[in-house]
């Protein structure tokens, strides 16, 4: 499965965000879909994670209660609403395909990656 990821910027301390993740190639509704970031000089970290019917999400505890994944299987997309965003959540975001079960937060069970786009929080 191929993967386009888009919808970063800059946006100010306090806004919103919304990154989509649009898959082609495969079947999409077979994938769990997680979303990582990766700041300057840090390693890459996970971010959160939605299962292949949409109907569980799984969050690190840095972006627990100001992101929301979802998905819209019909559309081959997964979506990153990213809210009260803080100069630490500045990143290139990537999103990944997954057909493991468990482990989501591990980006070594992802076998399909996105190109990344960049989000940066700033005033």
């Known amino acids: 499965v191929q993967l386009q990821a888009s919808g970063g910027g800059l946006v100010q301390p306090g806004g919103s965000l919304r990154l989509s993740c649009a898959a082609s190639g495969s079947t999409f509704r077979n994938y769990g879909m997680g979303w990582f970031r990766q700041a300057p000089g840090k390693e890459r970290e996970f971010v959160g994670y939605i299962k292949r019917s949409g109907a569980g999400t799984f969050y690190a505890d840095t972006v627990k209660g100001r992101f929301t994944i979802s998905r819209d299987n019909a559309k081959r997309t997964v979506f990153l609403q990213m809210n009260s965003l803080k100069p630490q959540d500045t990143a290139v975001y990537y999103c990944?395909?997954?057909?493991?079960?468990?482990?989501?937060?591990?980006?070594?069970?992802?076998?399909?990656w996105g190109q990344g786009t960049l989000v940066t929080v700033s005033s």
């Open positions: 990944a395909a997954t057909t493991v079960v468990g482990n989501w937060d591990q980006a070594v069970n992802y076998y399909y």
